[in-house]
Structures are given as C-alpha cells and as structure tokens.
T-cell receptor, first 113, second 112 residues
Framework: SAVISQKPSRDICQRGTSLTIQCQVD?????MFWYRQQPGQSLTLIAT?????????ESGFVIDKFPISRPNLTFSTLTVSNMSPEDSSIYLC??????????FGPGTRLLVL | GENVEQHPSTLSVQEGDSAVIKCTYS??????FPWYKQELGKRPQLIID?????GEKKDQRIAVTLNKTAKHFSLHITETQPEDSAVYFC???????????FGGGTRVLVKP
C-alpha cells in the first residue's frame, strides 16, 4: 500500500486567511482525492486531483474556495481559501492503489477562529 | 448517484460478544465494498473489503457478507475486544466510476 503523508498535521487560523495543505505519496499514483471530515461526521469527497488537468469537484465545492494542484503523480495540494469557522474540519488526502483499494493520509486538523 | 446507508449509528457491546453493522447501497452497478476503521484522532484504515463476485469474506475475527440482490452488505466482528472500539465506515464503489461513497459511520464501543 502507498505511504501517504500530509503537512501540516494541524493548524489554527484566523478567519479570512488561507491555508495550503500538502499531500505526498511515496509512489506514483494515478488517482488522488481530497476529503473533508467534519467533527463526528462521515467522509465527504471535495474533489479528485487530476495530474495535468483541473481537479474535478463534487457538488457543493468550488475551485475558488478549494483550489487544488497536482503537479506530478506523487504530490498534491489543497488550499482552503478565505476561511470561516465553518471550515474547521479534518482534511484528508487519499490515493487509490490499483483500480479499487483506497488509502488515506493522516489528515490535517484545521481550526478557524 | 450512489447512496449508502449505514446502521446502527452507535453500537455498544460487551467484550467477547459479536457486533454487526449493516449497510445498504442504491446503485446496482457498484461492485466493490470496503470497510474502514477509524480510531479517535487517526486516519481511516481499510480492514476488509469484498467484491461483488464473492458472497462472504473472512479475516480472523472480522467477516463481511454481501447480498447483491438485496443490495446490502454487513460487517461482523466476533469475540469483540476493547481495541475494536472505533468508528467503522462502509463504502461502495461503482464499477466504471471513480467516486467511493461512504456510509454515515457506526461508533462501536466495546465495554470490558
């Protein structure tokens, strides 16, 4: 299985600012995903990060709020822009090994004041 | 799109007893069903999965069953231990699609 790391592991931010979360995988992967997990809730897919093209966003998530980069097959970033307290959540990077099996990074715990 | 419902939302069992979590899915094209365990403050960890050409799969104390006709699948944990306490998520993946759809999660508490 792929080893996935994320930076930062946690952060406390002021409203109106932006935070960029980095995801690094130890092997080349075709598919990378970004999820949000609000306290006590399930995992919600924000977008699929596509290498060499724009990310594919799920309903309710827009590029202006959550810009994503995927410069190569081992790295992606998610930016949470113009943050508000409602953005306080855990953000998880995920990759798929082969066609199906999906693994998750350790997550980034974000608190917006 | 696919919709996955998971029950119960919380489950409390005595150590040594069995725990069963059930999920239903809506899209008959889904053919891969993983289960994740998430301990407090940790990432979701894949614990077992099943594909639609198999009816049951077992790995030590955990097993998963799949009923394609009824579109439901279940996780069974036998001889529960305190370390089984966690939130469990079921999920479904469509054959030709890319999106893994998650259930709402079940918080399992194993009482010693």
């Amino acid at each position: 299985s792929a080893v996935i790391s994320q930076k930062p592991s946690r952060d406390i931010c002021q409203r109106g600012t932006s935070l960029t979360i980095q995801c690094q995988v130890d092997s080349q992967v075709t598919m990378m995903f970004w999820y949000r997990q609000q306290p006590g809730q399930s995992l919600t897919l924000i977008a699929t990060a596509n290498q060499g093209s724009e990310a594919t966003y799920e309903s309710g998530f827009v590029i202006d709020k959550f810009p994503i980069s995927r410069p190569n097959l081992t790295f992606s970033t998610l930016t949470v822009s113009n943050m508000s307290p409602e953005d306080s959540s855990i953000y998880l990077c995920s990759t798929r090994a082969g066609a199906e099996t999906q693994y998750f990074g350790p997550g980034t715990r974000l608190l917006v004041l | 799109g696919e919709n996955v419902e998971q029950h119960p939302s919380t489950l409390s069992v005595q150590e040594g007893d069995s725990a069963v979590i059930k999920c239903t899915y809506s899209d008959s094209a889904s053919n891969y069903f993983p289960w994740y365990k998430q301990e407090l403050g940790k990432r979701p960890q894949l614990i077992i999965d099943i594909r639609s050409n198999v009816g049951e799969k077992k790995d030590q104390r955990i097993a998963v069953t799949l009923n394609k006709t009824a579109k439901h699948f279940s996780l069974h944990i036998t001889e529960t231990q305190p370390e089984d306490s966690a939130v469990y998520f079921c999920a479904a993946l469509k054959a030709a699609g890319n999106k893994l759809t998650f259930g709402g999660g079940t918080r399992v508490l194993v009482k010693p």
